[in-house]
Structure formats: C-alpha cells, structure tokens
C-alpha cells in the first residue's frame, strides 16, 4: 500500500501493455531508457487517474495518452523527477477528459476560497483522526468517502497521501502557490474527517 492511505487499485495488465508504448520513430535505446524510468511509476499513474476520473475505463485511456505523451517528449525530459513529471502530463489529460465531459464538468475551483496567501493554521498531530480512519474503516469506505470531494481536493489529497508528494511537489504538478496546496489540503482533510465523523455516527 503506497503512502498513509488506501490505494485505489493496481493498474491492470491490459492498462500496463498499452500504457507502455512502442516509439514509432524506431529509436530502440529510446523506448529502452525510457520503460526503465517510466514504467516503475505505472501504478501510481495509474491510481490518480482512477481517484481523477472515478472509471476504471477512462483511467486506462489517460494512462496510455500520458505515457504516449512523454515518450514523446523524452528526449528533452531534464527533470523534475519522473513520477511528479508524469503526474504533471496526467492531469493535462484528465482536463481534456473533463472538458469533453460536457454533460457532467468538474465543480470550478474557487481560487478566492483557497486563501493561498494564508497557510492554514492547522498542524497533523501524532494520532490524527485520518490515522484512525485507516484503522476503523476499510477500503471501499475510504474510497468511497475521497472520491465525493470535489476534484481539487480530491486531486491534492491524493498526492500528498497516497502518492507522498512533497508541497513544492504537488504545486508543480497543479500549477498553483505553495501556499493554495496548502490549504487546499487543510480543507480537504477538514472535509474527509466531517464526512468520516458523520457516517460513524450513523446507525448500524
């Protein structure tokens, strides 16, 4: 299980065949170096786009497009480490993907709401209430309760939680300040202990 949280699955054989591309420029070396760098990262691709998209089909397709895309432009990759690299051109696909969802886009983001000139005033104490939601609940609850937040929330709690990636990191990928990953990764967590607190309260 990668990083504190559950993952959303493992990538499928057949999304791991097409996601690993054959170079149509017949460069050999080039697919070579580049399934080395790239393919170790495959599952974790592969786990955003499921928590992006919330289908596995759809998750598959933006693996192959991501991975298409980067053997593309491999030859003048210099950085940032593979995996924030390839997290970056996944999400560029999954917003094509949401554009072309006509009938159901993703909420907006309110960028007035993130207050990324002011870090939350929040510190993860040495048994957290997510701790415990590891503990308590199972999977499909975790899942089930992550895949209902909005999608930049959803998006920055799993890169951080699940992927382990650094705040510069994820500011990277998403193309925001430091200070927005932030919070909204304080609001996130915020959202997902409510909804957690809400349904133990829940009758059984």
């Given at each position: 299980?990668?990083?504190?949280?559950?993952?959303?699955?493992?990538?499928?054989a057949?999304?791991?065949?097409?996601?690993?591309?054959?170079?149509?420029?017949?460069?050999?070396?080039?697919?070579?170096?580049?399934?080395e760098a790239?393919?170790?990262?495959?599952?974790?691709?592969?786990?955003?786009a499921?928590?992006?998209?919330?289908?596995p089909?759809?998750?598959?397709?933006?693996?192959?497009?991501?991975?298409?895309?980067?053997?593309?432009?491999?030859?003048?990759?210099?950085?940032?480490?593979?995996?924030?690299?390839?997290?970056?051109?996944?999400?560029?696909?999954?917003?094509?993907?949401?554009?072309?969802?006509?009938?159901?886009?993703?909420?907006?983001?309110?960028?007035?709401?993130?207050?990324?000139?002011?870090?939350?005033?929040?510190?993860?104490?040495?048994?957290?209430?997510?701790?415990?939601?590891?503990?308590?609940?199972?999977?499909?609850?975790?899942?089930?309760?992550?895949?209902?937040?909005?999608?930049?929330?959803?998006?920055?709690?799993?890169?951080?939680?699940?992927?382990?990636?650094?705040?510069?990191?994820?500011?990277?990928?998403?193309?925001?300040?430091?200070?927005?990953?932030?919070?909204?990764?304080?609001?996130?967590?915020?959202?997902?202990r409510?909804?957690?607190?809400?349904?133990?309260?829940?009758?059984?």
């Amino acid at each position: 299980m990668p990083g504190r949280w559950i993952d959303a699955g493992r990538a499928s054989a057949k999304a791991g065949q097409r996601a690993m591309p054959v170079n149509p420029a017949g460069d050999p070396e080039k697919t070579r170096r580049f399934r080395e760098a790239a393919l170790p990262h495959l599952d974790a691709v592969y786990t955003l786009a499921r928590y992006l998209l919330r289908d596995p089909s759809d998750a598959e397709d933006a693996v192959q497009e991501c991975y298409l895309r980067a053997l593309k432009h491999f030859d003048g990759y210099r950085g940032p480490a593979m995996k924030p690299w390839l997290f970056a051109i996944l999400r560029n696909v999954c917003r094509a993907e949401f554009a072309r969802r006509a009938s159901s886009p993703t909420e907006p983001i309110d960028e007035a709401n993130d207050k990324a000139e002011q870090p939350p005033l929040w510190s993860e104490a040495q048994e957290t209430v997510e701790a415990q939601m590891m503990q308590r609940s199972d999977a499909s609850t975790i899942r089930r309760l992550l895949s209902a937040l909005a999608e930049p929330f959803r998006e920055t709690l799993v890169l951080r939680e699940i992927q382990n990636l650094s705040y510069r990191e994820i500011a990277d990928v998403a193309e925001v300040p430091v200070g927005t990953v932030m919070s909204r990764l304080a609001r996130a967590r915020a959202m997902l202990r409510s909804a957690w607190l809400a349904e133990q309260e829940q009758p059984k």
